[in-house]
């Protein structure tokens, strides 16, 4: 069974230009969360799709966004990149339905860096 | 504020002895917790999980104790191996029955096991 597959896997960009990330669950998982990784924070939770429908959301300024397509593969966007952007953007699946057993398959993520 | 915290940046053990790592949190709202392991250049992975109804899970070399009236958890690995070597992260859920996987994290402990 194929795992999350994140792309692409490393990525250079400058202030003030935007960002699509791409992310394919694993097959049958309709929920899609995103997470950001930075040495300083840890892990934080940016948003989770699920359906088509962002469920919840992070602490994160609206130049965070994302959404999920009908096969459950979801993009993330982020606008107007500042450097303190700069971090591993992780993709995680799950097979939770209503049931929130937090038990997530992540990918190995995107490195964004902000120049 | 963080509500999830791991105060070891790091932890040295030697092969064979037994690794403790700890997580303390403030929300008592959350009742479901979960530890995930990283390798570098990988996603996080699901190690072991516990719900607040019970005060310890085993899974192997692998057991997490819950103390909620301490609002503290801990990762006891036993024997501990050099494959073991990672980051550790602690994360915790509002609740197991609420839909969404919006997991809070730790900042990570990262644990030498030497041979």
């Known amino acids: 069974k194929a795992g999350v597959t994140q792309t692409p896997r490393y990525l250079i960009k400058t202030r003030g230009q935007q960002v699509t990330l791409s992310c394919s669950p694993i097959?049958?998982?309709?929920?899609v969360s995103w997470y950001q990784q930075t040495p300083g924070q840890g892990l934080q939770f940016l948003f989770e799709?699920?359906?088509?429908?962002?469920?919840n959301k992070g602490n994160f300024p609206g130049r965070f966004s994302g959404r999920q397509f009908s096969n459950s593969r979801s993009e993330m966007n982020v606008s107007t990149l500042e450097l303190g952007d700069s971090a591993l953007y992780l993709c995680?699946?799950?097979?939770?339905?209503?049931?929130?057993?937090?038990?997530?398959?992540f990918g190995e993520g995107s490195r964004l860096t902000v120049l | 504020d963080q509500q999830v915290k791991q105060n070891s940046p790091s932890l040295s053990v030697q092969e064979g002895r037994i690794s403790i790592l700890n997580c303390d949190y403030t929300n008592s709202m959350f009742d479901y917790f979960l530890w995930y392991k990283k390798y570098p250049a990988e996603g996080p992975t699901f190690l072991i999980s516990i719900s607040s109804i019970k005060d310890k899970n085993e899974d192997g070399r692998f057991t997490v104790f819950l103390n909620k009236s301490a609002k503290h958890l801990s990762l006891h690995i036993v024997p501990s191996q050099p494959g073991d070597s990672a980051v550790y992260f602690c994360a915790a859920s509002p609740s197991a029955n609420q839909a969404g996987t919006a997991l809070i994290f730790g900042k990570g402990t990262t644990l030498s096991v030497s041979s």
């Open positions: 995680a699946s799950s097979s939770a339905g209503g049931m929130n057993t937090g038990e997530l398959f």
């Open positions: 097959s049958g998982h309709r929920s």
């Open positions: 799709y699920f359906s088509e429908t962002q469920r």
